[in-house]
């Protein structure tokens, strides 16, 4: 963020415009040439940057964030929910169920939870 510090939000725009240009399929460049949109009051063209990272990298959290966060902004509270939970899904991820299980063991909540031996003596051992 420091490369930005002196920079104007309309020059910020300028410059990722061109790195789309040259690495076009860069979700974060989409990604960050949203976030600089909303200072210049320009919402709509911040969403379709936001709906182009996402469509460059599905699994891309910060775009789904900024893009609630966004919609959020302009009260369109229903769809913010679904993109904040998004990315949510994204950053933090359920636990595998074998990680569920070491958590509860480590709990004290899980005794009885077996995986076939496989569990750290840590967490076994009482």
Do not use: C
């Amino acid at each position: 963020m420091r490369f930005w510090a002196n920079r104007s939000t309309t020059t910020q725009i300028v410059e990722y415009r061109k790195a789309a240009e040259l690495d076009p399929k860069n979700a974060l460049i989409y990604n960050n040439w949203g976030s600089a949109l909303p200072a210049q009051k320009k919402y709509d063209e911040a969403i379709e940057m936001y709906k182009k990272a996402t469509e460059l990298d599905l699994n891309y959290g910060a775009a789904y964030e900024d893009w609630g966060k966004t919609l959020k902004a302009l009260g369109k509270l229903d769809e913010a929910k679904i993109k904040l939970k998004r990315a949510d899904e994204l950053t933090h991820p359920p636990a595998t169920n074998s990680q569920t299980k070491w958590m509860l063991l480590a709990s004290g909540r899980g005794q009885h939870i077996s995986d076939g031996g496989n569990m750290p003596a840590r967490l076994v051992a009482g």
